[in-house]
């Protein structure tokens, strides 16, 4: 029972990153899947879903891991790609222009 209660908060956090995945789609879907910019949302949307199916594994692996690094280390790669796709969000319709899509 003692293992269950360890660790909540990075836990916690890495279920909070999946959530911010699905708002940060729904975001794109809402704001950028217009005219201007419908390939591109496309493929960030695809690359968005990517993201978040790798969340729902690092998910998995950290709600049924003991060690603290473990826990940790998903944490810690979690909070990087969560990075890149905020980034990615926010620089779409420069990159967008940047590449002539």
Known sequence: MRNSQRFTFPKTVLFG?????VVL????????Y????VICAQR?????TIALLFQV???YINYHAK???????TLFVSAMIIFGAITAFFNLTIMCEFYGF
Do not use: C, D, H, R
């Open 67 to 73: 060690n603290k690094i473990v826990i940790l280390g």
């Open 44 to 48: 960030m949307l695809t690359a968005q």
């Open 34 to 37: 217009k005219e201007p910019t």
């Open 57 to 59: 594994v690092l998910n």
């Open 17 to 21: 990153i999946t959530t911010l995945y």
């Open 25 to 32: 789609m729904l975001a794109t879907y809402f704001l950028y």
